[in-house]
């Protein structure tokens, strides 16, 4: 394993999940940050998310976005898109060949027969609605998010159903 002159066996190239000021990184930076590295392995062009769940800090089961396991990736020729329009009239456009990150998440916990009721979840961005309905179901408690992409769609249900949506920011350059 290679060390690096502070001890650590990083590498110059992760100080990404280095605090700059050496203090030691809080449960919810440490956990959306790997959520930000799984979003690279992430394969659908039109964006990359990543997501972890987790129990009294223990990560359960992780998921990026991307097509089903051992189908042809997205590229910038064959992302099929399709439009939804939602009740209040705006547009939303998604790829039909790709899985959610946090519904990959779900599925990897399924098929390893891990119970993930009363679990949180770290996503880098906010869920679909879609998404949304799936996590109050297997009964996550909390949603941490990075990024909020489109709030207006999932308010009503996030108030409705009463799980928690709360924002985590790290330091981060990586592009999503
Ligand atoms: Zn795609
Ligand atoms: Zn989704």
């Known amino acids: ?9 990083c590498g110059g190239g992760m100080n990404f999940f280095a605090e700059s000021d050496g203090k ?10 790997v959520a930000h590295l799984i979003a690279r392995r992430a394969t659908c062009t039109r964006g990359h998310v990543g ?5 009294e800090n223990n990560i359960l089961s ?11 990736h997205c590229n910038d020729s ?10 209040d ?10 899985i959610h990150a946090e519904i990959n998440a779900i599925a990897q916990a399924a098929k390893h027969g891990v119970s993930i009721k009363d679990s949180d979840i770290y996503i880098t ?20 998010y990075a990024q909020p992409y489109k709030m207006e769609h999932i308010a009503e249900l996030v108030r409705l159903s009463g799980i928690h949506l709360v924002q985590v920011t790290v330091e981060s350059n990586q592009p999503e």
């Open 51 to 55: 997501a972890v769940i987790v129990r």
């Open 24 to 33: 030691r990184l809080g449960w919810h930076e440490y956990f959306m940050s």
């Open 89 to 98: 009239g705006t547009l939303e456009e998604n790829c039909v060949n790709t």
């Open 125 to 144: 961005a906010s869920p679909c609605i879609h998404c949304l309905k799936v996590l109050i179901n297997v009964g996550i408690k909390t949603i941490y």
């Open 1 to 9: 394993m290679l060390v690096d002159s502070k001890g650590c066996c």
């Open 78 to 87: 064959n992302c099929r898109i399709y439009k939804t329009t939602h009740p």
């Open 62 to 72: 992780t998921g990026y976005n991307g097509a089903p396991s051992g189908l042809p």
